[in-house]
C-alpha cells in the first residue's frame, strides 16, 4: 500500500486535515477563504482575516495552508494542483483530493434557493475531473445527494457510527474507497460518556438528567446518547438540565469534543469567539474523514 497524501480545499479549520493525520495520511497542502457579507454590496467577499485558515495552520505546521478563494481562478487552481500531485505521486505517495464546498444555500435549514449553493459543488466535481486524483471525497449536507449528478458515487454516513458523540448525518461523495463504520448503535458514544466530568453535574440528578434543546427537530435528549447535530449555533441551541434545574450552555471546548477534536486543538488563532463556533459548528468530524481515508482502496 502507497502513503496517501490528502490535498484539502474548502478546508475550514482542519477538520479533514485532522481526521486525515490520524488515520496515517499527510496533508502537503491546504485551501480556505473566509467570507462575509458586505454591508454595502450584501454579496459574500473575501476578508482580509482569515480565522478558519489561521486556525488550521496552527494545528498543522506541516501543512502549506493558503488563502485561495476557489473558483476566481480556475486554470491557476488546475495547474497547481497538477503540480503538487506529480510531485507527491514521484515520491510514491497516492493522491487524495478531499473538499468540503460550503453547503449554507443547500441546507434544509436554509431559506436561499438551493441552486445558489450548487457552483462551488460543480466547480470541485469539475476541479476532480481536471486533475484526476487517485481517489477524491466531498462532504456536504444531506440535502446534497439528490442535487449530485446521476453518476456521481455518494453514501450518507453518521458520524455516531465511527465513535463521534453525535448523530451528525452527512453525505460523502466520491470514489476509490469505503469508509467502514467502527461503532454500532449499541456502541455510540454519548454526550456522558464523551464529557464523563459532567457526572458531578449529575450527580445528584433525577432518574433522566436530559439536554434541553432549543430547535423545531429536538426537545429533549438523554445525555446518555450523541448530541444530534453541533453548529455554530449550538451554543444557543443546548442546554444541560441537571438536578437543579439551572440551565446552561455547552462550553466551547465541551463543543468541540462533541464534534470529535482532541482535547489539544487550538482554537485561539481564530481571535473572537463567534469565529470559533461557526469553524466547530461547519467542521468535518476528523473521525469520519480517518475513516475514509482508511477505506482507500488501492
Known amino acids: 500500500m502507497k502513503p496517501v497524501a490528502m490535498f484539502d480545499l474548502y478546508a475550514g479549520g482542519g477538520g479533514a486535515a485532522e481526521g486525515a493525520l490520524m488515520a496515517g495520511a499527510?496533508?502537503?497542502?491546504?485551501?480556505?477563504?473566509?467570507?462575509?457579507?458586505?454591508?454595502?454590496?450584501?454579496?459574500?467577499?473575501?476578508?482580509?482575516?482569515q480565522p478558519a485558515l489561521d486556525v488550521h495552520a496552527a494545528n498543522h505546521p506541516q501543512t502549506k495552508v493558503r488563502k485561495v478563494a476557489i473558483g476566481a481562478d480556475p486554470q491557476w487552481e488546475v495547474r497547481t494542483l497538477k503540480r503538487w500531485f506529480e510531485i507527491y505521486r514521484a515520491r510514491g505517495y497516492h493522491i487524495h483530493l478531499h473538499g468540503s464546498p460550503p453547503c449554507q444555500a443547500i441546507s434544509g435549514a436554509s431559506t436561499a434557493n438551493a441552486e445558489d449553493g450548487m457552483g462551488a459543488i460543480h466547480h470541485y466535481l469539475w476541479l476532480v475531473e481536471q486533475t484526476n486524483p487517485d481517489s477524491w471525497s466531498m462532504e456536504n449536507v444531506v440535502n446534497l445527494r439528490s442535487r449530485l449528478p446521476e453518476d456521481t458515487p455518494s453514501v450518507i454516513l453518521n458520524a455516531a457510527d465511527f465513535g463521534v458523540p453525535q448523530t451528525r448525518r452527512r453525505c460523502f461523495a466520491g470514489t476509490g474507497w469505503v469508509a467502514t463504520p467502527t461503532h454500532t448503535e449499541?456502541?455510540?458514544?454519548?454526550?456522558?460518556?464523551?464529557?464523563?466530568?459532567?457526572?458531578?453535574?449529575?450527580?445528584?440528578?433525577?432518574?433522566?438528567?436530559?439536554?434541553?434543546?432549543?430547535?423545531?427537530?429536538?426537545?429533549?435528549?438523554?445525555?446518555?446518547?450523541?448530541?444530534?447535530?453541533?453548529?455554530?449555533?449550538?451554543p444557543k441551541q443546548l442546554r444541560l438540565k441537571p438536578a437543579t434545574g439551572k440551565l446552561r450552555a455547552l462550553t466551547l471546548a465541551e463543543t468541540a469534543t462533541l464534534q470529535g477534536f482532541p482535547s489539544t486543538y487550538d482554537w485561539e488563532p481564530a481571535k473572537f469567539q463567534k469565529y470559533r463556533w461557526t469553524i466547530i459548528g461547519n467542521a468535518v468530524p476528523p473521525a469520519m474523514m480517518a475513516a475514509v481515508i482508511r477505506g482507500i482502496q488501492q
Open 186 to 234: 449499541e456502541e455510540w458514544v454519548g454526550v456522558l460518556e464523551a464529557l464523563p466530568h459532567l457526572t458531578s453535574e449529575f450527580e445528584l440528578a433525577c432518574p433522566y438528567p436530559s439536554m434541553t434543546i432549543n430547535s423545531s427537530a429536538y426537545n429533549h435528549a438523554s445525555i446518555e446518547k450523541p448530541y444530534p447535530t453541533v453548529t455554530s449555533q449550538s
Open 26 to 49: 499527510i496533508v502537503p497542502l491546504a485551501w480556505e477563504c473566509w467570507h462575509e457579507k458586505d454591508k454595502t454590496t450584501k454579496r459574500y467577499e473575501p476578508t482580509v482575516h
